[in-house]
């Protein structure tokens, strides 16, 4: 029996230090998984973070390109209703000389052939342009703009009171504050 103590005592031993050798290995795999979840976790944060950024970025370059155009290009622009109407064509556009602020578009519609058409001075803020198809989209029906406050093209608003008058019609209109 006494050589079978150190036999024994050696397989208790080994048996000892492979079970804490497995416990370390399995404990440090777990860690493993845990920093490699945390990797992958900061990476998608990361991705989600650039990703916001561009689009921030291309939002912004969107909006400073929509900002300046020329008054000739958009002179003859088409605007539709939401449901792709024709609602007729931007034919000038009105300034406020203090602020250099376009204030309106003033849009022909209606008539036969260009015949009888109405003039509408639309604030520019209702107007929101459609880049993919290049038109501006106003939201009203045409029954309802065949309604608007408009003149015709040999009686135009020829002064600041004239303005005046029509803007606080126009802006009642369009429920557009001042």
């Not at 490699?36 to 990476?43: P, S, T």
């Not at 939002?59 to 929509?66: P, T």
Request: glycine share 6%; hydrophobic share 35%.
């Amino acid at each position: 029996m006494k050589s079978f103590t150190p036999i024994i005592a050696a397989s208790f031993l080994s048996a000892t230090l492979v079970g804490t050798c497995a416990a370390d290995i399995h404990e440090k795999q777990k860690d493993l998984v845990e920093k490699q979840q945390e990797v992958r976790d900061a990476q998608k944060e990361l991705k989600q973070e650039v990703r916001k950024e561009l689009v921030e970025t291309t939002h912004e370059a969107n909006k400073k390109m929509l900002q300046v155009s020329r008054a000739s290009k958009i002179n003859g622009t088409n605007v539709k209703n939401t449901k792709g109407e024709n609602m007729g064509g931007i034919k000038d556009l009105v300034i406020d000389p203090e602020s250099g602020r376009v204030v309106y578009a003033v849009v022909s519609f209606g008539g036969i052939l260009g015949l009888g058409n109405k003039l509408f001075a639309i604030p520019w803020s209702v107007l929101q342009w459609n880049r993919e198809k290049e038109y501006y989209v106003l939201d009203l029906d045409k029954e309802t703009l065949k309604n608007a406050p408009g003149f015709d093209k040999n009686h135009w608003p020829d002064s600041s009171n004239k303005w005046d008058l029509q803007r606080e019609e126009i802006n009642q209109f369009y429920h557009v504050n001042p």
